[in-house]
């Protein structure tokens, strides 16, 4: 009877210890890289941080970089643990080629969420209706401190068969600075995403914004992917977001939620988690979140690998295929 009721006390120790024992893999806090405060990214970011940290156990901070370039050296060592980038930023780093110097292979994505959009805006009463408009006009160009911007803004260029050397090249650091070099006057267009909250400063100071359309022939789209990999024109309805006038074809392509690999599995699990069951009030932060959907989150055109702790996630909804697993294969192979 007593070794009977020492057993029967031992399994309950274990039973009572096994849910701490899961709970010690999920970290108390982690951070979140964005591109700079006012940025699209940073307000994607501290959406996503808002709704973790309320339906996990883990406390997210936002980190502001100038871009992914400041950051993914970080991300690589294990010491940041999620960031905010597009397909194209995690293709290129990820296999090391323009803009990026070297390879950044410990990225993973946790979750594919909306598609972010972007060109150039002009003076709400510009003549400029068209990228092929900015022909000897003065653009922002350069962007040190975000090389992707300046690969976007020349896959733009490239749609209307423009190149740096058809307008004034108006050199600026990063984002911010573009925007206040078109405030001020100093260039005739400026290149964001829709609803970046400085377009919105833009809008506000200027008297008014309007975006202008890249050229989505099948023509402009193949020479726009051919410099920004991962890229597709795509139409933003009139009325939608501040400054679209009329319905306005933008670049576009994907936005990812990465984490280092370095994330334990049952931490990217209770992240995706947290993301998944409150979609709604990610959109209830920030406009741009209400695209972040369930049936985006697992995309069959992701540009590097996924994190186990998300693809246990998703094997458990259903949603994670054979032909997820042929491809999650081969991104680790490259």
């Known amino acids: 009877m007593r070794k009977w009721t020492k057993r029967v006390g031992v399994a309950l120790l274990v039973s009572a210890l096994a849910p701490s024992a899961a709970l010690a893999q999920v970290p108390r806090s982690a951070s979140v890289a964005t591109h700079a405060m006012g ?30 370039p400041a950051w993914l050296p970080s991300m690589d060592k294990g010491d940041t643990d999620m960031g905010v980038l597009t397909s194209a930023d995690a293709v290129t ?28 805006y002009v003076r709400k009463d510009s003549s400029i209706q ?17 090389p992707i911007v300046k690969l976007s803004t020349t896959a733009g260029l490239a749609s209307a068969g423009l190149s740096y050397k058809d307008i004034v090249q108006v050199p600026v650091s990063d984002l911010q600075a573009a925007n206040q070099a078109f405030m001020e006057g100093r260039t005739d267009t400026n290149w964001l995403g829709l609803r970046s909250p ?29 410099v920004y990999p991962g890229s597709y024109p795509a139409t933003a309805k009139a009325g939608s977001a501040t400054g679209l006038v009329k319905d306005t074809a933008m670049l576009t392509n994907d936005i990812y939620l990465v984490g280092t690999k370095d994330l334990s599995d049952d931490g990217a699990y209770a992240i995706v988690k947290a993301l998944w069951d409150n979609t709604k009030e990610l959109a209830a932060a920030y406009a741009a979140l209400a695209s972040w959907r369930q049936d985006r989150m697992v995309s069959t055109k992701a540009f ?31």
């Open 304 to 334: 590097i690998p996924y994190h186990p702790g998300a693809i246990k996630f998703y094997k458990e909804k259903g949603i994670w295929s054979a032909q997820m697993d042929d491809l999650q294969a081969k991104l680790l192979a490259q």
């Open 198 to 226: 400085l377009v919105e400063e833009a809008n506000a100071r200027v008297g008014g914004v309007k975006w202008i359309s890249v050229i989505d022939t099948p023509e402009g789209a193949e020479k726009m992917a051919s």
């Open 39 to 68: 940025s699209l990214y940073n307000a994607i970011g501290t959406g996503i941080a808002t709704v973790v940290s309320r339906h996990s156990p883990i406390t997210v901070r936002v980190q502001p970089f100038a871009g992914p």
């Open 93 to 120: 780093s990820y296999k090391g080629i323009n803009p990026y110097k070297r390879p950044f292979k410990n990225t993973r994505i946790l979750l594919v969420g909306g598609a972010i959009q972007l060109s150039f």
């Open 130 to 146: 068209t990228i092929a408009d900015l022909k000897g006009k003065r653009v922002p160009t350069d962007f040190p401190g975000i």
